[in-house]
């Protein structure tokens, strides 16, 4: 294991902002993090995954810990499920390539999604009408403090949209270091009630789809709706879709008949915050170097060598639109540093 000093973290974030660590370490083992904890149990450290949620504004003056442990094992099989563990240094979608490959189902919706394994928790990474907790029973993560393993069921992690313990009540407190899934062998669930999924399998005369239909399917979308982070600076969508009370909605769909939504309950509405975005006149709009990409309103980009600060400037004039305009708090879904 190698300490590098004032190490570029342009490579190790999606974005592409060159910013510095004073200290850097690639993590491949728990060993290896146990003892860099044991070492720095008194220092700041920053835990770094796949750099696929964050916008980092500012030189990092702190030992950095890429989390890079490999590994994906079968952990228990039965006639109809299996159960499969991932260290969290695999890429995200090369798991889902490998569930695809081995004919596992649950999480071919989530293809093409950005970032490493053991970040998805945190996040609890979603698309297309299917979440990370839909299949995720358990993950593993070391306390930074105590360095003692800790297992969290499903139900420990508090999941909501976007959201997980790890964000709230036990943020900064664990590293991640393997997650396990519970994945269909045969008689797969297919979730295909988007209606871009449902196109996009109709348009190759697909009428009854397989695990790879699907991922194939949301890898084209993907493709054609959001920007590719190795040509182009992102980190996906950047702003949560926001939920308000059929009260206000009710308001704002008399001023905008064509409002989109999706119904939560009786009494909340999912607003795309792309549109509200996109509405304000926002999409395609860059400044510098930093913008809001062409095609998705919903992603902030860096068109060469902006600055984490230039994009968060531009997140913060499209939030304070956002509330003028419609009177709605738009909130980040990327982490800010």
Known sequence: ??????????????????????????????????????????????????????????????????????????????????????????????????CIKNNYGGV???????????SAPIQNIGAYGVELKDTMTSCEAIHITTRKKHIFLNKDCKFGYRNSIFKNDAKGEYIITKVTFRLTKKEHILNTSYGAIENALADQGITKPTIKDVSEAVIAIRKSKLPDPSQIGNSGSFFKNPVVDINHFTKLQKTYPNIPFYKINEEHIKIPAGWLIE?????????????VHKKQALVLVNYDNATGNEILNVSKKILTEIKEKFDILLETEVNII
């Open 108 to 118: 071919e919706n989530l293809s093409l999604i950005p970032g490493y394994v053991g």
């Open 279 to 291: 509405k304000s006149g926002f999409k395609g709009k860059r400044w510098g170097d930093a913008g």
């Open 1 to 98: 294991m190698k300490i590098e000093y004032n190490k570029s973290l342009k490579k190790y974030n999606t974005f592409g902002i060159d910013v510095i660590a004073s200290e850097f370490a690639a993590i491949t083992s728990e060993s290896e993090l146990d003892t860099m904890l044991a070492k720095n149990n008194k220092n700041p450290i920053f835990i770094l995954s796949g750099g696929s949620n964050m916008l980092l504004t500012e030189n990092l003056d702190m030992l950095v810990l890429h989390i890079a442990i490999k590994g994906i094992a079968v952990t228990e099989t039965s006639e109809k499920h299996v159960s499969v563990s991932v260290n969290a240094g695999e890429n995200w979608h090369d798991f889902v390539q490998y």
